[in-house]
């Protein structure tokens, strides 16, 4: 199936790009790496009248400190990530979830922004930026706004995006040489999206200590009493009661098979952060 009749309007700045979308007259949505609208244009799941290209907008291409965050512009790439382009993400825990996703000429076009606005349950941006913490910033033709990433993603395919809103950038707290953690998939074949996965981060001098899981069929879920456990005992805290627990209370409707394989990716996740500790 091809895409229907559609305008491409290529923006400059983000104030254009705002203008644009922000006319409901218009009709307009944003694109960038196409990775996500692209195939629901062709599939027609998505008409818009006009599709406004964000991906050269310099303020979305750039990765900059600010304070004890680093700002990502939403159109950069995965690819962009995993080979180290910036710096300031040369830090192990996003080089290492970006050379996971889908496949390398997926990860040539697709974007952080476009990751996280399609929202899909088992995507890995998702679930990695909310056991960080990560903020994301929305902006819209009035002012923006920032939301924690563990609140942004409402269900499947549904976030907090508002009409004429898109993400500007996504702000990710410094990985300190202190942090472990772990980020674990269960792929049936490597480049698909997983059916279980993990993702855990714990630093003792933040206090940050999060224990994720993704792969439901909605928002990435977080394990807080099992966390807590862990941060209080160490690794002992990780017992198999507790993670079975834990996952039981974040899938109450779930199956014995699917429960257990989100067990092993926590499992997985967790001996990553405390076993061989990548840094």
């Known amino acids: 199936m091809k ?34 609208m692209g195939p629901m244009l062709n599939l027609r799941l998505a008409r818009p009248t006009r599709v406004v290209d964000v991906s050269r907008i310099d303020e979305l291409r750039s990765v900059t400190s600010v304070g004890d965050m680093v700002r990502i512009g939403a159109a950069i790439t995965h690819a962009e990530i995993e080979d180290g382009k910036y710096e300031l993400l040369r830090n192990g825990f996003m080089q290492y979830v970006a050379s996971g996703i889908a496949y390398r000429a997926i990860r040539n076009r697709g974007t952080m922004g476009g990751s996280l606005a399609h929202a899909d349950p088992a995507a890995d941006w998702p679930l990695a930026l909310a056991t ?7 902006a819209k033709a009035s002012g923006r706004r920032q939301v924690r990433a563990s609140e942004f993603m409402l269900g499947a395919f549904t976030t907090l995006l508002e009409e004429g809103e898109i993400i500007s950038a996504i702000l990710v707290p410094k990985i300190a040489a202190t942090l472990r953690w772990g980020y674990y998939k269960l792929c049936r074949k490597t480049g698909e999206f997983p059916h279980a996965s993990a993702c855990a981060a714990f630093d003792a001098q933040t206090g940050l200590a999060r224990v994720v899981i993704g792969a439901l069929d909605g928002p990435p879920t977080a394990l807080d009493e099992l966390a807590r456990s862990i941060a209080k005992q160490g690794p002992d805290g990780a017992t198999p009661e507790a993670i079975a627990a834990g996952v039981a209370r974040a899938m109450p409707s779930a199956d014995a098979i699917d ?11 967790l001996a990553q952060a405390f076993g061989s500790a990548r840094r």
């Open 3 to 36: 895409a229907a009749a559609f305008e491409y309007v290529r923006a400059g700045s983000l104030p254009e790009a705002l203008r644009e979308v922000g006319d409901p007259s218009i009709g307009a949505k944003p694109i960038s790496g196409s990775q996500s």
């Open 132 to 138: 960080l913490d990560a903020r994301i910033e929305l």
């Open 259 to 269: 429960r257990s394989t989100h067990e092993a990716a926590v499992e997985r996740c």
